[in-house]
């Protein structure tokens, strides 16, 4: 049996599976919103590293014990997905049934600092080897048994661990994602764990929604994909990250600005430009004139519920992409950037919860991660060295995320930065090399 240089680094894998320390009870469920339905067939995959300090003496049976009073708080991500049998529904709902969430060990045969040089230099490729640390699974075809949440837990030969939370999108956004794993952390210091997160118990409705005359321009429309919930793209994705210093954010927005203005663009809109303006450039055939933002809301988060709470808008340009100014597509995000949230919730309302939609590369999608406690988990006092999130059932036109780096302790959000990019195989490269060039000679005023 032949295997690849990147199954080589890998071995040992065990498969288990941790649930809640105490029965959550019978029939119980949790109703997905509308919102959260419409992100179904999308999953955040994230991967944590941490020096051997932070883990040494961390067993196996170490990581389990504090993991029963952890997912006590967490019901729903302990669950399994249900379809109503009436013929008029088929609604998914989730069972809180305590069967837990997958736990995968793994060895590798590198070190983290030699692991990390090959993702930094793409010997293997950089999402490749990502994905030897996340699991890929998706939910589906068989609805019952398919875990929503898999954590793995990967030792380096140096002593160093990488963490894998790979997090249905249904669940809950990249936010709620993080405040699931932090938890982990408080849990295993000793800390009292938070309030038991909210139940939906009630599909929730608007009355009667309105028939649109078309789609948002957020999402597309994809499938049937039946109960195995993945989307299939016309070619193949790929993903890749760089860094940007603090240093370079402010110089960023002092090109973009001019050096004696008075006003300042926000980093994320700052980015967003520029890079808008070279997937203009390094694209073949129609340039892109819509695109897709996802931002936090803080007001539309609950304390103590996951869910999926970000703002999602869309906005035009009736100019040319590439020979506008990036200052001139920033300011047209702030400014004319349209909330479609309620039109995507009337369409899954309307179809009873089974539509098959994608947000994240229907159209470019630019996604502000920039306020996520992406640096929460830590381990015996220790914060991770460095944490790379990811999306799959990405469409074809990509997703752009801004990622906080390990250094960004920054009120003000200029600290540093991280792009990841996931994109067509044949321009993520180009547009990496383009982008970094641009962050490092641009002048735009």
């Given at each position: 049996?032949?295997?690849?240089?990147?199954?080589?680094?890998?071995?040992?894998?065990?498969?288990?599976?941790?649930?809640?320390?105490?029965?959550?009870?019978?029939?119980?469920?949790?109703?997905?919103?509308?919102?959260?339905?419409?992100?179904?067939?999308?999953?955040?995959?994230?991967?944590?590293?941490?020096?051997?300090?932070?883990?040494?003496?961390?067993?196996?049976?170490?990581?389990?014990?504090?993991?029963?009073?952890?997912?006590?708080?967490?019901?729903?991500?302990?669950?399994?997905?249900?379809?109503?049998?009436?013929?008029?529904?088929?609604?998914?709902?989730?069972?809180?049934?305590?069967?837990?969430?997958?736990?995968?060990?793994?060895?590798?045969?590198?070190?983290?600092?030699?692991?990390?040089?090959?993702?930094?230099?793409?010997?293997?490729?950089?999402?490749?080897?990502?994905?030897?640390?996340?699991?890929?699974?998706?939910?589906?075809?068989?609805?019952?048994?398919?875990?929503?949440?898999?954590?793995?837990?990967?030792?380096?030969?140096?002593?160093?661990?990488?963490?894998?939370?790979?997090?249905?999108?249904?669940?809950?956004?990249?936010?709620?994602?993080?405040?699931?794993?932090?938890?982990?952390?408080?849990?295993?210091?000793?800390?009292?764990?938070?309030?038991?997160?909210?139940?939906?118990?009630?599909?929730?409705?608007?009355?009667?929604?309105?028939?649109?005359?078309?789609?948002?321009?957020?999402?597309?429309?994809?499938?049937?994909?039946?109960?195995?919930?993945?989307?299939?793209?016309?070619?193949?994705?790929?993903?890749?990250?760089?860094?940007?210093?603090?240093?370079?954010?402010?110089?960023?927005?002092?090109?973009?600005?001019?050096?004696?203005?008075?006003?300042?663009?926000?980093?994320?809109?700052?980015?967003?430009?520029?890079?808008?303006?070279?997937?203009?450039?390094?694209?073949?055939?129609?340039?892109?004139?819509?695109?897709?933002?996802?931002?936090?809301?803080?007001?539309?988060?609950?304390?103590?519920?996951?869910?999926?709470?970000?703002v999602i808008s869309t906005v035009k340009a009736d100019f040319s992409v590439m020979e506008a100014n990036p200052k001139e597509l920033a300011e047209l995000m702030i400014n004319q950037a349209v909330d479609e949230r309620r039109m995507i919730e009337a369409v899954v309302e309307r179809e009873k919860g089974l539509s098959d939609l994608i947000t994240y590369g229907a159209n470019l999608t630019f996604v502000d991660l920039g306020e996520?406690?992406?640096?929460?988990?830590?381990?015996?006092?220790?914060?991770?060295?460095?944490?790379?999130?990811?999306?799959?059932?990405?469409?074809?036109?990509?997703?752009?995320?801004?990622?906080?780096?390990?250094?960004?302790?920054?009120?003000?959000?200029?600290?540093?930065?991280?792009?990841?990019?996931?994109?067509?195989?044949?321009?993520?490269?180009?547009?990496?090399?383009?982008?970094?060039?641009?962050?490092?000679?641009?002048?735009?005023?």
């Amino acid at each position: 049996m032949a295997f690849s240089k990147e199954e080589t680094l890998i071995y040992g894998i065990k498969l288990s599976s941790v649930g809640p320390g105490r029965v959550t009870g019978q029939d119980v469920v949790h109703e997905p919103t509308h919102m959260d339905l419409a992100m179904k067939l999308h999953y955040l995959r994230a991967v944590y590293y941490f020096k051997s300090e932070a883990v040494e003496g961390l067993t196996t049976t170490r990581l389990k014990e504090p993991m029963f009073t952890w997912l006590n708080q967490f019901p729903a991500a302990c669950g399994r997905f249900r379809q109503r049998s009436d013929v008029e529904s088929g609604r998914p709902y989730i069972k809180c049934n305590d069967c837990g969430v997958r736990f995968i060990e793994a060895q590798c045969v590198k070190t983290l600092d030699e692991w990390m040089e090959m993702m930094e230099e793409g010997e293997y490729g950089g999402s490749s080897l990502h994905k030897l640390l996340v699991s890929n699974q998706v939910i589906g075809p068989e609805l019952l048994f398919s875990p929503l949440v898999l954590l793995q837990f990967t030792r380096f030969t140096c002593g160093g661990m990488s963490v894998g939370l790979s997090w249905a999108h249904v669940l809950g956004d990249a936010f709620s994602a993080a405040d699931f794993i932090n938890g982990l952390g408080r849990i295993m210091a000793g800390q009292q764990p938070l309030k038991l997160t909210q139940l939906q118990t009630k599909i929730e409705s608007y009355g009667s929604p309105p028939e649109p005359s078309k789609d948002p321009l957020s999402v597309k429309r994809v499938g049937p994909v039946g109960d195995h919930w993945m989307f299939s793209n016309h070619c193949k994705m790929e993903a890749a990250s760089f860094h940007l210093s603090a240093t370079q954010v402010s110089q960023l927005q002092s090109k973009l600005c001019g050096q004696n203005s008075t006003s300042q663009i926000p980093v994320f809109e700052s980015l967003c430009g520029v890079i808008w303006k070279t997937v203009a450039k390094v694209r073949n055939g129609p340039e892109p004139r819509t695109v897709t933002i996802v931002k936090n809301d803080p007001r539309a988060r609950k304390t103590g519920s996951l869910g999926n709470g970000q703002v999602i808008s869309t906005v035009k340009a009736d100019f040319s992409v590439m020979e506008a100014n990036p200052k001139e597509l920033a300011e047209l995000m702030i400014n004319q950037a349209v909330d479609e949230r309620r039109m995507i919730e009337a369409v899954v309302e309307r179809e009873k919860g089974l539509s098959d939609l994608i947000t994240y590369g229907a159209n470019l999608t630019f996604v502000d991660l920039g306020e996520a406690n992406l640096y929460g988990l830590e381990l015996k006092g220790e914060k991770p060295a460095n944490v790379s999130y990811t999306i799959d059932g990405v469409g074809d036109e990509g997703v752009v995320l801004l990622l906080p780096g390990p250094k960004d302790g920054s009120k003000d959000g200029n600290g540093e930065k991280v792009v990841t990019l996931v994109m067509p195989e044949d321009q993520v490269m180009v547009l990496k090399v383009e982008l970094k060039t641009e962050f490092a000679t641009c002048t735009y005023v």
